[in-house]
């Protein structure tokens, strides 16, 4: 047989194999945006967040996390978290779920939410079915029945908006009890 002969019958099986392989696997491939797309879980999770100076700033424990990239979405399950203010805890949250939004800027705490701020004078308990907390502003808020209890003070509100950076809280429809020292 003459080289040249085996020379192109090589050629041609090599172009045909390559040409096999070459499109038998495109439709397997994995699109960058379907990669994106992907919900990711994890179970057990401790979580030390500091501030932009090195300060502590949220300290959690998370019994299970689900997040979707591409919407920037998280689902949580026993959430309880501690934020601190100058290195001190300033507020604790516990919610039995707790749905993240647009990267958790916003964050819908559900199902027996216990919110306690600690202050000069003592603890103040919140206790709601569901708040609405914005992390990065400090900001909280309900339209949803608040029990309060206060070192002095004991009363239910049809909703509560909370400030922690200026220590301010608005409540709606109260009923309760006050006793000032």
């Known amino acids: 047989m003459d080289t040249k ?3 192109v019958t090589a050629v041609v099986i090599a172009a045909i194999s390559g040409g096999y392989y ?3 696997g495109k ?6 945006n379907s990669a994106q797309s992907m919900t990711y879980s994890a179970e057990g999770i401790q979580l030390v967040q500091t501030d932009e100076k090195g300060n502590l700033y949220v300290r ?7 997040q979707d990239l591409q919407r920037k979405t998280s689902k949580l399950s026993h959430l309880n978290a501690s934020m601190f203010h100058q290195n001190q805890v300033d507020s604790t949250f516990f919610a ?3 749905q993240g939004f647009n990267d958790n800027e916003k964050v819908v705490l559900t199902g027996q939410v216990e919110s306690t701020k600690i202050g000069e004078q003592g603890k103040m308990v919140f206790l709601t079915d ?9 900001k909280f808020e309900t339209t949803h029945q608040v029990t309060v209890n206060a070192p002095n003070a004991e009363f239910i509100s049809q909703g509560l908006k ?3 950076n200026e220590g301010q809280y608005e409540f709606a429809h109260i009923r309760g009890k006050y006793a000032p020292n």
């Open 5 to 7: 002969v085996l020379y």
């Open 22 to 24: 070459y499109y038998s």
């Open 27 to 32: 439709g397997k491939k994995l699109d960058a």
């Open 60 to 66: 959690a424990q998370i019994d299970h996390l689900e």
């Open 96 to 98: 039995k779920q707790a």
């Open 130 to 138: 569901e708040l609405t907390g914005y992390p990065k502003l400090r």
């Open 162 to 164: 909370a400030d922690l």
